[in-house]
């Protein structure tokens, strides 16, 4: 894919749903087997079917889980300005707006705090116009901490969720903007003052970064480029705590192409993703990339036989090292799939969704306790607008 269709590609796809632009609760039940998986048997369920009215609609990224079992996330569009949503999804699935943007289109998930308020980025917005990092606290009030502002070194069209650090600070990606506006990592500390850690400067360090970081005890961070590198086709990076970039892995095609994911690390610091396309059939990979910069593809997505295709999502590792994902096309109707690939790198599909029971998920998975798994798709369900989704364990 060439790098400048790629860079675009998700920020002129919002930008078009931009110039283009009730709550129901329905359940539907698949039962799939999971050979690679111990033979699990999951069920689907549909915890929220999105109207696209003020209730939220088309959810771009996961959920998060709290305590005691509810469930928060964002929506691109609707809410009271048609702008996008906070939402939040209780035990018994019922929806509850807690914050309605305007003008700002959220498409990351959520961070938490102790004291229960949550943060995330939204892609358009603020001043500017490129995008913001807010705070949504337990009354349901909605602030900015910082809008991004593109023309002076600083970033912009933030696509991915933030992560808190030591003291309380935030820490994120913004897909363009910085210094060469090819993107940047950034932090925001307690007093909502931002501070851009570093900008990528020249293809051969990366460009694009639409995933979030990962960090380490020692305090680095790691993620994943769009585009740039060796060849183009993106990076595994590191930004060490002196705040110097290094390359990890340059992807190159039959490897892998177009990570857009966030990492997920093992304990012993090897590093888990997934990319958009290229693979041994083009429809994208689950890959592991070591501290020493090796690279395994531990699956090739085909798009075919009912498989998935396009994984946009990071993973999600359980205690046994099982990675649990979404693909955001293919599998038996072509509306994207829930998929787990084993230790051995054998991958099952665990559900593919037929648009009435969701399509298309763009979000990473969570578990609860009991290893039930959560999710949205960004459209299908009830309205065709989205869906929030538990796979429940038998």
């Known amino acids: 894919m060439p790098e400048q269709m790629r860079a675009g590609r998700l920020l002129s796809g919002l930008q078009q749903l931009v110039a283009n632009v009730g709550i129901a609760l329905s359940v539907g ?15 689907l369920v549909t915890l929220h079917n999105f109207s696209g009215g003020t209730d939220g609609g088309n959810p771009a990224a996961g959920v998060v889980l709290d305590a005691a079992g509810n469930l928060y996330g964002t929506t691109v569009f609707g809410g009271i300005y048609g702008a996008g949503t906070v939402f939040a999804v209780d035990r018994r699935n019922n929806e509850k707006v807690l914050g309605s943007f305007a003008n700002s ?5 959520l961070v938490s705090d102790a004291a229960g308020n949550f943060s995330g980025t939204t892609t358009f917005g603020g001043v500017p116009g490129v995008g913001t990092a ?5 009354r349901g009030l909605l602030r900015q901490y910082h809008s991004f502002a593109y023309g002076r070194g600083d970033g912009a069209y933030p696509q ?6 030591p003291a309380g600070k935030l820490y994120g990606t913004t897909f363009r903007g910085g210094s060469s506006r090819l993107g940047t990592i950034f932090q925001i500390d307690v007093f909502n003052r931002e501070k851009v850690l570093y900008s990528f400067h020249r293809k051969n360090d990366g460009a694009y970064p639409h995933g979030g970081l990962v960090a380490d005890d020692d305090g680095n961070f790691y993620g994943t480029t769009e585009a740039g590198g060796a060849s183009g086709e993106g990076t595994v990076f590191v930004l060490t705590r002196e705040r110097k970039e290094r390359v990890l892995y340059n992807f190159g095609g039959l490897d892998g192409s177009d990570p857009q994911s ?3 690390r093992d304990a012993v610091g090897n590093l888990f993703g997934t990319t958009v396309s290229g693979g041994a059939y083009g429809a994208g990979t689950v890959f592991m990339v070591t501290q020493s910069g090796q690279e395994t593809v531990l699956h090739n997505f085909s798009g075919t036989d009912g498989e998935g295709s396009n994984p946009t999502a990071g993973l999600l590792r359980d205690a046994s090292g099982n990675l649990y994902g979404t693909t955001e096309n293919g ?3 072509g509306h994207g799939t829930v998929f787990v690939v084993d230790t051995a790198g054998r991958e099952t599909v665990l559900h593919s969704f037929s648009g009435g029971d969701g399509g298309h998920p763009r979000g990473a998975l969570i578990e609860d306790a009991a290893g039930n798994l959560y999710g949205t798709t960004y459209d299908g369900g009830g309205y065709g607008i989205g869906t929030v989704f538990e796979l429940i364990r038998h």
């Open 29 to 43: 039940t698949v039962c799939v087997v999971a050979p690679a998986a111990q033979a699990q048997t999951f069920t």
């Open 160 to 165: 991915a969720e933030l992560i808190r650090g």
């Open 105 to 109: 289109y959220p498409a990351s998930s």
């Open 262 to 264: 966030t990492l997920v």
């Open 134 to 138: 807010y705070v949504v606290d337990i």
């Open 331 to 333: 599998g038996a109707f």
